[in-house]
């Protein structure tokens, strides 16, 4: 068995553990995802055997965080930011949806978050991810994006107990966002765009208010 196909079964792994977890905490927001993003993955099978040549991009983030809750303004004091790296499998063209989508892309990515906050401290994520272009000429497109994450400063009712944000450790993180991507040269492509980061555990254990950043993202790849 090949990297791919393991790989793949180990993201289709974790879905179903996900999912698991997800029914019982009635967390339906977080469901819907779960199941779009493993409908994703799982179509990976029909192209697994005729990928072509994989290629790696770095990509730099920064932004802001979203209160959505009351009770979580003021925890984040400085600006937070992110540094990801990226390995796309761009579609081969040999199967009718490659073209009817034009030519989308997949991959995984693992990405270090500073989160802003002495009380969530730092992040590492680690995706598996949808590049989809929303028209003919492939400059525009949308990015979605699941996977574990693990927060270093979770929610603990003796030493960290000021905002009730995250319960756990380990954590689903979410990726959803738009982007443009312009040619520098034959060989050098850039991506600029914007989304929606989101941490949270899927209520299986509380507190979990979850946290949400809206980022910009600045991703080079010198053979996208």
Same mark, same amino acid.
């Given at each position: 068995?090949? &990297?791919?196909?393991? *790989? ?16 019982? @905490?009635?967390?339906?927001?977080? !469901? /819907?995802?779960? =199941?779009?993003?493993?409908?994703? +993955? ?5 192209? *697994? ?8 991009? +770095? ?7 979203? =209160? ?23 579609? *081969?063209?040999? !199967? ?6 034009? &030519?989308?892309? /997949?991959?995984?990515?693992?990405? /270090? &978050?500073?989160?802003? @906050?002495?009380?969530?401290? *730092?992040?590492?994520?680690?995706? =598996? ?16 994006? +699941?996977?574990?994450?693990? +927060? ?30 312009? !040619? ?9 765009? =914007?989304?929606? /980061?989101? &941490?949270?555990?899927?209520?299986? !254990? ?19």
């Amino acid at each position: 068995m090949g &990297f791919m196909q393991l *790989s793949i079964n180990y993201f289709k792994l974790f879905f179903r553990i996900s999912n698991s977890y997800l029914l019982r @905490s009635g967390n339906r927001s977080m !469901k /819907y995802h779960i =199941v779009i993003v493993y409908l994703l +993955i799982a179509s990976m099978d029909l192209r *697994s055997q005729d990928t072509p040549k994989p290629e790696w991009a +770095i990509a730099f983030l920064g932004g802001e965080f979203l =209160v959505h809750k009351a009770e979580l303004e003021g925890m984040v004091n400085e600006t937070p930011w992110a540094v990801q790296g990226a390995l796309f499998f761009p579609t *081969s063209g040999t !199967k009718d949806w490659h073209h009817y989508f034009n &030519f989308p892309s /997949y991959g995984f990515d693992l990405t /270090y &978050f500073h989160l802003g @906050s002495d009380n969530l401290g *730092s992040a590492v994520a680690s995706n =598996v991810f949808f590049d989809l272009p929303l028209n003919p000429a492939r400059n525009l497109g949308m990015h979605m994006g +699941i996977g574990p994450s693990v +927060i270093t400063r979770p929610y603990d009712e003796q030493d960290n107990n000021e905002y009730q944000a995250i319960g756990t450790y380990f954590n689903i993180h979410l990726a959803v966002g738009f982007y443009t991507k312009l !040619k520098l040269s034959d060989k050098l492509r850039l991506k600029t765009g =914007v989304g929606m /980061y989101h &941490f949270s555990n899927g209520a299986i !254990k509380k507190p979990n208010s979850g946290v949400n950043y809206l980022m910009l993202r600045v991703l080079v790849s010198p053979n996208y």
